[in-house]
């Protein structure tokens, strides 16, 4: 999932109970097109037992009926299970209308274009789908709040701020947001364990320690640049929260301790940072190619004597191991700590709105809204994320098992999607936490254990929600500053001659692009956000 960030979480378990399930009923409530209640029998004498569907009452209509759903998959889905299983539990059936990433956005536009909106599809802006709101095209999810117990539950009662974020200026949400997706941890500094304790160094604690480690590494391979990254000037983005300057919003970032938002790339913070940087390359401790190394330049050096410490994803981990294992058995790559004075790294959203899921305004909108509230309940989401218990998967030692799937070395989300259905972006809107996904390898797990037990955890900066005139003043001036800054690091770190002169004229040079009108417009919108708040 590309946008999911998807996205970073630790292994912890959604308990399946029947509490709010489905008890048997003699009849079952649907709303009717015109607003009102109507009590149908159920298409079974005893409903079947699916878990904890948050209050919802299976099946969901009284009769077969059929929605129309848009997503990104890169796999046929129409003849996989999870389509019978959807039908087989509340009534109805989807069609999905697939289309792969490289295409789907362009598919996208020409389904709009017809006027003819699917009843549930992804892939907007979410200042494009409050436009549509506005014009009657999709629905208010909050106007059906009392036919939805899920959604009310997680977005109005336990997080309301999801309202304020996502929702226009009156109060109307128009996207249906994802629920504890993201691990926990997810990337971080990844160092070389087999190569510290042979040489007896000890895993750094603070930035200082860091520095030593790198000139120990560098004393023993002279030849080597201990520090090595791929990720281009995105390494000043990661490093950044190490700083304290690091957010979801960066290069804008919410300064806590004073309450005001702030242009990173200005912040004295910033300066240490780039300062720090700079002495690590002009002792060679740092990679000169740190901004332009390729990925296979970069993972040559990673799985040989030529750099030991980087900045990386998590699966990194393994994937070097069993890259690297069969020449060198003893090869040993492990999540260290934090860099940087606040030692502490990215927190992830509990809540992610970024595919801004919306359900067309037209008849099948109740039913529509009705499936994704089962789809966000724990009963939806195992079903989503694991598939069915005793047919697809059976537990063992609370890890899901898949007997149809046991001679495939790794069972991950694309071995699920492909075989199942599971997984779908865009339909997966609460996994269940038992999944695959979040199954972690022992390398993993401690990167999971090392930093939930320290805490070491930026704090989430607020979501802003902007208005299409804030919008189109940010992109106006945030593209020019961000290019600007990047050019600044990279220049600064990398040129001997730049210090205290070149750093007051970025300052002068930021001002005239506009770093005081672009926070300006943060913080109006933070107004706005503190105002509702109360």
Known sequence: MKKISFILVTAMMILLTACGGNDPKPAATNTNQSGGNETVSPTTEVAADYGDTGGLTLPLVDKPTTITWMLV???PVQDKLIVKEIEKRTGIKVEFQTYSKATFQEKLRVTLGSGKLPDVFHGLTLAEVKKLGKQNAVVALNDYADQLPNFSKLYLEENSWVIQSYGDEHGKLYTWPI???????????????????????????NTEEFYQALKALK?????????????????????????????ESYPMYYDEANKVWKFAPMQQQNKDMLDFLKKLLNEGLLDPEFLTDTSDSWTSK??????????????????????????NPSYDLRYGNPVGPTGNIRTLFPINNELNIAVANNANKEVALKLLDYLSSPSGGTLMSMGIEGETFTMVDNKPVYPELKDVPLVDISVLDNKYGLWLEGATLRPDRRSVYYNFTEKEQEAQDMML??????????????????????????????????????????????????????????????SSSLEATYNQAQQRYDAAAK
């Open 179 to 205: 629920y504890n997706m993201n691990r926990d941890v997810n990337h971080g500094f990844l160092y070389r364990k087999d190569i510290f304790d042979k040489h007896g160094i000890p895993l750094w604690t």
């Open 219 to 247: 004393e023993h391979y002279p030849q080597s640049y201990p520090l090595a990254s791929k990720t281009a000037a995105n390494l000043f983005k990661d490093y950044a929260y190490g700083w304290g300057i690091g957010g």
């Open 302 to 327: 990673m799985t040989t004597d030529k750099a030991f410490v980087t900045f990386d994803w998590i699966g990194r981990l393994d994937l070097f191991y069993n890259q690297i294992s069969s020449k």
């Open 453 to 514: 037990s320290a805490k070491s955890f930026e704090p989430l900066d607020p979501i802003l929600n902007f208005t299409d005139e804030e919008t189109s003043e940010i992109l106006e001036l945030q593209q020019g500053l961000q290019k600007a800054a990047e050019e600044f690091n990279s220049n600064y770190v990398l040129n001997p001659a730049y210090g205290e002169k070149n750093w007051e004229d970025w300052l002068q040079y930021a001002e005239k692009l506009g």
């Open 73 to 75: 998959s890169e796999n």
